[in-house]
């Protein structure tokens, strides 16, 4: 499976950022998603997971609902629609497909990952 994640970019406090996630290849739609973020000189952390069938979502504490994870399995899309950003959201997002159909949050639940978005929040 090969994922690419793609809508970074740098924005004020405050505003939005809408990531998305394609995945090719040997892809099945019966695999929980999800996103990740590593900032620097940091451990890479969960940010939120979706079920295979998007019926299912889990997220971080720090969400604290701004945050919003869906999929459309037609088009092997996962989104991640992040609001209300933060300086302290300033990461690079990981997409990442897991090895289960239903909700996981851990790294090595997940066996491929894509390249990462960069993510910068000014204040």
């Known amino acids: 499976v090969q994922l690419q994640a793609s809508g970074g970019g740098s924005v004020q406090a405050g505003g939005s950022l809408r990531l998305s996630c394609a995945a090719s290849?040997?892809?099945?739609?019966?695999?929980?998603m999800g996103w990740f973020r590593q900032a620097p000189g940091k451990e890479r952390e969960f940010v939120a997971s979706?079920?295979?069938?998007?019926?299912?979502?889990y997220y971080a504490s720090f969400m604290k609902g701004r945050f919003t994870i869906s999929r459309d399995n037609d088009k092997n899309t996962v989104y991640l629609q992040m609001n209300s950003l933060k300086p302290e959201d300033t990461a690079v997002y990981y997409c990442?497909?897991?090895?289960?159909?239903?909700?996981?949050?851990?790294?090595?639940?997940?066996?491929?990952w894509g390249q990462g978005t960069e993510v910068t929040v000014s204040s």
């Open positions: 290849g040997r892809t099945s739609s019966s695999y929980a």
């Open positions: 979706i079920s295979w069938n998007g019926r299912s979502t």
């Open positions: 990442a497909h897991s090895r289960y159909s239903s909700i996981v949050t851990t790294v090595g639940d997940f066996g491929s």
